[in-house]
């Protein structure tokens, strides 16, 4: 199957389509009865000169209890188990996941013959999308039965201990496709694996390669296959936005836990 063809993104289950939903709900009750959306009076100063020490303000206990009041309803919609589709991604012992609490980063790993294979993604993608989304109009059954597909950005390199350099895709995963915008080649493997300030400061200076759309047919249509032969699949772009769903999921419920405690201290 071409990388590039679109498809329609399969019904969802109805656990993932519950997430979604109580994400997006929870998160509309929040900002539409927040303050902050509302001026304050001209006749009103911004800070009270009356007001008690740092922690010890008169709105404390009400944001405290409206946190709470969050937190309770995240918590509700929470999934307690790990859910059907990462037990059989994990049961493949094909990819490892490394997933480290409090980053928005993820990144999987794996083993083809003498290559090292590393994709990352990130759940900073659908926060951003999520915020653009428009619910669907009443009345419009097909659109309200399947969840929203959100466009999430991929990094993948695959090196070689036998060759210095490193392959380097960029890519946009989506309804069940990796759409390939750029393939890269750097002489140095450290410099295209190296996740700090510095390398990629480096790689921005660098001949990236032309735009994959831009490269003859059949030379796409190789390196897709290419790809597909080392698990870059039809079966990892529907895995890597659910995976990524459930970690926004987990990340939020935590951050609304460590600020109230930070409000109450």
């Given at each position: 199957?071409?990388?590039?063809?679109?498809?329609?993104?399969?019904?969802?289950?109805?656990?993932?389509?519950?997430?979604?939903?109580?994400?997006?709900?929870?998160?509309?009750r929040v900002h539409a009865s927040s303050p902050f959306t509302r001026a304050l009076p001209a006749t009103r100063a911004a800070f009270s000169v009356s007001a008690r020490s740092f922690g010890e303000g008169t709105a404390d206990g009400a944001l405290s209890a409206k946190i709470a009041e969050e937190l309770a309803y995240e918590k509700d919609a929470e999934i307690k188990d790990e859910p059907d589709f990462l037990k059989e991604f994990k049961n493949t012992g094909i990819w490892t996941?490394?997933?480290?609490?409090?980053?928005?980063?993820?990144?999987?790993?794996?083993k083809f013959g003498n290559e090292q294979i590393?994709?990352?993604?990130?759940?900073?993608?659908?926060?951003?999308?999520?915020?653009?989304?428009?619910?669907?109009?009443?009345?419009?059954?097909?659109?309200?039965?399947?969840e929203p597909s959100y466009p999430l950005r991929c990094s993948l390199t695959i090196t070689k201990?036998?060759?210095?350099?490193?392959?380097?895709?960029?890519?946009?995963?989506?309804?069940?496709?990796?759409?390939?915008?750029n393939l890269s080649y750097y002489n140095d493997a450290k410099l295209a694996t190296d996740l700090t300030p510095e390398a990629d400061w480096k790689r921005r200076g660098l001949y990236i390669g032309p735009q994959f759309e831009t490269l003859d047919l059949n030379f796409q249509e190789e390196f897709?296959?290419?790809?597909?032969?080392?698990?870059?699949?039809?079966?990892?772009?529907?895995?890597?936005?659910?995976?990524?769903?459930?970690?926004?999921?987990?990340?939020?419920?935590?951050?609304?836990?460590?600020v109230q405690k930070f409000i109450d201290a």
């Open positions: 199957m071409s990388f590039r063809a679109i498809r329609q993104l399969a019904a969802t289950s109805s656990r993932a389509l519950s997430l979604r939903s109580s994400l997006t709900s929870a998160r509309a996941i490394e997933d480290t609490p409090g980053n928005d980063e993820v990144t999987l790993q794996r590393r994709l990352i993604f990130s759940i900073a993608d659908l926060q951003s999308e999520e915020e653009n989304f428009e619910a669907p109009e009443e009345g419009n059954a097909s659109e309200e039965a399947s201990p036998s060759v210095p350099g490193s392959l380097s895709v960029d890519a946009v995963c989506q309804e069940g496709v990796f759409v390939i915008e897709e296959k290419f790809l597909q032969e080392r698990g870059i699949n039809e079966s990892l772009a529907f895995f890597v936005p659910e995976y990524a769903q459930l970690k926004e999921q987990k990340e939020y419920v935590d951050w609304l836990g460590k």
